[in-house]
C-alpha cells in the first residue's frame, strides 16, 4: 500500500513555494486561513498555475456558513471561470442546506460550473447531520474526494466519524483527513482509520512586522506561514508508516 498522499493548503505566495520545496504532492489554494479559507485573488492563482504539483482552488465567496443564496453562487461561478482560465487542476468546493445537510442542487449547479476540473467537497461535509448520506451524495456528484474532520473541530477527535465516511465511501471517492494534522499525530490517525491523503498547512508562526499594523488592527503579532521544513517531515513520516 503506497503513503498517504500530501495535500498542503497555502494562502500567499511565500507559503507556496514552501510548500512545493518541502515536497507537497498537492495544493489546496485559499486566502484568509484565519477566516477557514477564501477564494483567493486571480494573481495568487496565476502564481500558482506554474507549480509543477497540481493546484487545487478553494472557491468560497465570503466567510462565514456554506449556505449560499443566487449572488452568491454566481460569484462562485465566476471564480470558477477564472480558475478554468488560467489552467489550475481542480477546485474545491461545498454548499450547505441551513440543517447542515448538503445542498445538493448548489453543489451540482458549482460541479457544473467546474467542467472537466477535478472537485473536493471540503468540510461542509462536517456539519452533515448523517456524514455517511453526504458521503453517498458526493459519490452521486461525482466527486473526486471529501476533505473532512469526521465532524469534529479536528481530524485526530474525528477518528469515528472519518471511519464513517471511509467505510460509506469503499473507494468510490478518495478520503482526505483534514484540520489539526500535524506530523506529530498524523501516525497515529492512519492507524485508527486508513485514510487516502491528508491535508495540512504545514505551517510555523512568525511575528509580524510594523507594530504600526498591530497597533491599528490591520494584523495580529503573528501570522502562520507554510515551513518547507514541516512539509518535508510530513512526507518523511507518511512514507514511514
Known amino acids: 500500500m503506497s503513503a498517504p498522499l500530501l495535500e498542503v493548503c497555502v494562502a500567499d505566495p511565500e507559503s507556496l513555494e514552501a510548500a512545493v520545496a518541502g515536497g507537497a504532492q498537492r495544493i489546496e489554494l485559499c486566502s484568509a486561513l484565519e477566516l477557514g479559507g477564501l477564494t483567493p485573488s486571480p494573481g495568487l492563482m496565476r502564481r500558482a498555475a506554474e507549480a509543477p504539483v497540481p ?99 479536528t481530524a485526530p477527535d474525528g477518528i469515528e466519524g472519518l471511519r464513517r465516511i471511509h467505510g460509506t465511501a469503499r473507494g468510490r471517492l478518495k478520503v482526505m483527513a483534514g484540520s489539526g494534522v500535524t506530523p506529530a499525530n498524523v501516525e497515529a490517525l492512519l492507524r485508527a482509520v486508513a485514510v487516502d491523503e491528508v491535508h495540512s498547512s504545514c505551517s510555523v508562526a512568525h511575528p509580524v512586522e510594523g507594530p504600526a499594523a498591530i497597533r491599528l488592527g490591520f494584523a495580529e503579532a503573528t501570522r502562520r506561514r507554510t515551513d518547507a521544513g514541516v512539509v518535508a517531515e510530513f512526507r518523511r513520516v507518511l512514507a514511514a508508516v
Do not use: N
Open 55 to 153: 493546484v487545487y482552488c478553494l472557491v468560497r465567496s465570503r466567510s462565514g456558513d456554506f449556505v449560499y443564496g443566487p449572488a452568491d453562487i454566481a460569484a462562485m461561478r465566476a471564480d470558477i471561470a477564472e480558475v478554468r482560465r488560467l489552467g489550475l487542476a481542480g477546485v474545491v468546493i461545498g454548499a450547505s442546506r441551513p440543517d447542515g445537510s448538503l445542498d445538493e442542487k448548489a453543489l451540482a449547479d458549482l460541479s457544473e460550473a467546474a467542467g472537466p476540473l477535478g472537485r473536493t467537497l471540503h468540510r461542509a461535509i462536517d456539519l452533515a447531520p448523517d456524514l455517511g448520506a453526504a458521503t453517498d451524495t458526493a459519490v452521486r456528484l461525482g466527486f473526486e474526494r471529501v476533505l473532512s474532520s469526521g465532524g469534529q473541530r
